[in-house]
T-cell receptor, first 118, second 112 residues
Framework: GAVVSQHPSRVICKSGTSVKIECRSL??????MFWYRQFPKQSLMLMATSNEGSKATYEQGVEKDKFLINHASLTLSTLTVTSAHPEDSSFYIC??????????????FGPGTRLTVL | AQTVTQSQPEMSVQEAETVTLSCTYDTSESDYYLFWYKQPPSRQMILVIRQEAYKQQNATENRFSVNFQKAAKSFSLKISDSQLGDAAMYFCAENAGNMLTFGGGTRLMVKP
């Protein structure tokens, strides 16, 4: 299979600060990565699509200036939550299809990052 | 736009028995893929099974199998010989154009 890592797994920060979450594909290249947000007992909500070498595509209702995405290389995407507030507390998950394969329909998920904003 | 519906918020099954989780979807795409993902308490999303829409044969992975009814846009998951480790949230998902659309999830409880 394909392995995706996320760092950190948990982060607690003060209101008003910024937090960066990294998503890495460990054994494959990913020209596209996806960022999701999951509230307790709910499904995954797609926030944005991260594209290597170009701007991210944000879903309706997601503030691009608040959730900064940078796809720095074929194996790394970062999500920065700027000026975090308690309502940004959530579980953030990234995923990536394996671009090394001819078929990129299957996405592989990172273990998630639990963000708590005090 | 794609929509995926899981009508069972919770299901319960006795250990070693069989359970079926329901999923319906709606898409205008002719080429798409369907998935079941498992999310245990660790919250790591784990791929359970994958179905290519153009294949009529139902996918099978060990104790997990699907009943894919393309005309009805139905994609149910059958878990045979349920084990305690199967207890988790299960999400049905559709991929059309490289973006996943998830259903609301079904929480499966396994009774010893």
């Amino acid at each position: 299979g394909a392995v995706v890592s996320q760092h950190p797994s948990r982060v607690i920060c003060k209101s008003g600060t910024s937090v960066k979450i990294e998503c890495r594909s460990l054994d494959f290249q990913a020209t596209t990565m996806f960022w999701y947000r999951q509230f307790p007992k709910q499904s995954l909500m797609l926030m944005a699509t991260s594209n290597e070498g170009s701007k991210a595509t944000y879903e309706q209702g997601v503030e691009k200036d608040k959730f900064l995405i940078n796809h720095a290389s074929l194996t790394l995407s970062t999500l920065t939550v700027t000026s975090a507030h308690p309502e940004d507390s959530s579980f953030y998950i990234c995923s990536a299809p394996n671009s090394d394969r001819s078929s990129t329909d299957t996405q592989y998920f990172g273990p998630g990052t639990r963000l708590t904003v005090l | 736009a794609q929509t995926v519906t899981q009508s069972q918020p919770e299901m319960s099954v006795q250990e070693a028995e069989t359970v079926t989780l329901s999923c319906t979807y709606d898409t205008s795409e002719s080429d798409y893929y369907l998935f079941w993902y498992k999310q245990p308490p660790s919250r790591q999303m784990i791929l359970v099974i994958r179905q290519e829409a153009y294949k009529q044969q139902n996918a099978t992975e060990n104790r997990f199998s699907v009943n894919f009814q393309k005309a009805a846009k139905s994609f149910s998951l059958k878990i045979s010989d349920s084990q305690l480790g199967d207890a988790a949230m299960y999400f049905c998902a559709e991929n059309a154009g490289n973006m996943l659309t998830f259903g609301g999830g079904t929480r499966l409880m396994v009774k010893p």
